[in-house]
């Protein structure tokens, strides 16, 4: 979530990025293995929301190399 706002590019969240809302929710187009694993709060969120394994939390998920993301923006 970090990159998206310094990027300056819009994002969902009415949490503070600490995990509950789930609304900064984010489409992985390409490089979903320069992501970190999802840790056990985002393992929650991902099935809480039944997204689909193309989808990531940005507020928990850390980039390691090049991706390529989209977000609906709510």
């Known amino acids: 979530m970090t990159a998206i706002i310094k990027a300056e590019l819009p994002i969902g969240s009415s949490c503070g990025a600490i995990g509950i809302c789930a609304k900064c929710f984010v489409r992985v187009i390409q490089g979903m293995e320069n992501l970190s694993k999802p840790n056990p709060i ?9 997204y689909n394994t193309d989808i990531r939390i940005s507020c928990q ?10 977000t609906s923006y709510w």
């Open 61 to 70: 998920a850390k980039i390691l190399g090049p991706v390529t993301i989209t």
């Open 42 to 50: 985002e393992k929650k969120l991902l099935e809480r929301e039944k």
